[in-house]
Each structure stands twice: as C-alpha cells, then as structure tokens.
C-alpha cells in the first residue's frame, strides 16, 4: 500500500506521467493480491477455529487495502458472534461470570 501511496505523490506533481500511472496501477495490483491471499488465509484460520489468527490476517488485509469488504465483514461477523457469547455467558442477574471479572482486572 506504501508504495501506491507513493506514487499518487509522483502523480500529485506529475499527472499525466504514463510511467507514473503504471507503476501506481501496479502497486495497486499487488496491494489487492497481497489482501486477498490474508483474507483466503484468514478464512482457513477461521474454519480451523483459530479466530485470533483469523482477525490478525484480516487485520493485516485492511492495512494493505483499507476498504476490502470481504475483511471488514468477517471482521464484524467475528465481533458479533464475540459479543453474543459475551452476552450469554453473564448471569441472569447481569454480574459477569468469573473469566469475564479476570479479564478486567
């Protein structure tokens, strides 16, 4: 991503530099192909149930390309299923259970 930001710098001074252009568009590519592969990753990682390596690879999938649907979906499905568990996991009374009380110590 570093490197297509760069090039928009280039292209800021210069925007109708064809070697420019294509050296953005490039960057670009390889930024999408670099995401895709932490998101088709970060899905194995899921379905192995290993959620922690999940979310890092789709982290590291938005770094790369901020606004990847695919990464910012399963990022919201992991956080919803996290906060439902949450949610049963607390007494009728609404107090935390034990794990939940060391957590926020």
């Not at 998101?39 to 789709?58: C, F, I, S």
């Not at 399963?74 to 996290?82: C, K, M, V």
Request: aromatic share 2%; no cysteine; hydrophobic share 45%.
């Amino acid at each position: 991503r570093e490197a297509g930001d760069a090039w928009d710098i280039v292209l800021a001074l210069h925007p109708q530099d064809a070697a420019a252009l294509a050296g953005r568009d490039r960057a670009r590519a390889q930024a999408r192909a670099a995401a895709a592969s932490r998101v088709q990753r970060a899905r194995l990682a899921h379905l192995r149930g290993n959620v922690d390596e999940a979310v890092k690879l789709y982290l590291e999938a938005l770094a790369q390309v901020p606004d990847d649907a695919d990464a910012i979906a399963a990022l919201r499905a992991i956080e919803a299923a996290r906060a439902t568990r949450r949610a049963e996991s607390r007494h009728p009374s609404g107090e935390p259970t034990e794990p939940e009380m060391e957590v926020r110590r």
